[in-house]
Nanobody
Framework: QVQLAESGGGLVQPGGSLSLSCAAS????????MGWYRQAPGKERELVAD???????NYADPVKGRFIISRDNAKNMVTLQMYSLKLEDTAVYYC?????????????????WGQGTQVTVSS
């Protein structure tokens, strides 16, 4: 079992910045992909940005040029730096991890979600 602990988020004015972090913990696992999704009221959950292990980041069009995703493989952490925030960025942001859980030489691929953290952009 892998747990994802999110931190950051909060209330910010339009044009402001926030940073979200997510740390994974557990036993005998390797994280292949980590990312952030968001869900605004009345809308479906959508990808914000993700990054595979030692790979290039991938961004949703609405956040390109404003958000930066990075990961620390040694610490099993992913960070989302958000700049030039807009009203439409308001949502609950969820950390996601695609994981290989090992038992001896065998592994299972699993997908985990954090509990979500609120980001509110308001004047």
């Amino acid at each position: 079992q892998v747990q994802l602990a999110e931190s950051g988020g909060g209330l910010v004015q339009p044009g402001g910045s926030l940073s979200l972090s997510c740390a994974a913990s557990g036993r005998s696992f390797v994280i292949d992909g980590m990312g952030w999704y968001r869900q605004a009221p009345g809308k479906e959950r959508e990808l914000v940005a993700d990054i595979i292990r030692d790979g290039d980041p991938n961004y949703a069009d609405p956040v390109k040029g404003r958000f930066i995703i990075s990961r620390d493989n040694a610490k099993n952490m992913v960070t989302l730096q958000m700049y030039s925030l807009k009203l439409e960025d308001t949502a609950v942001y969820y950390c996601n991890a695609e994981v290989r859980e090992y038992s001896g030489s065998y592994f299972q691929r699993k997908n985990y979600w954090g509990q979500g953290t609120q980001v509110t952009v308001s004047s």
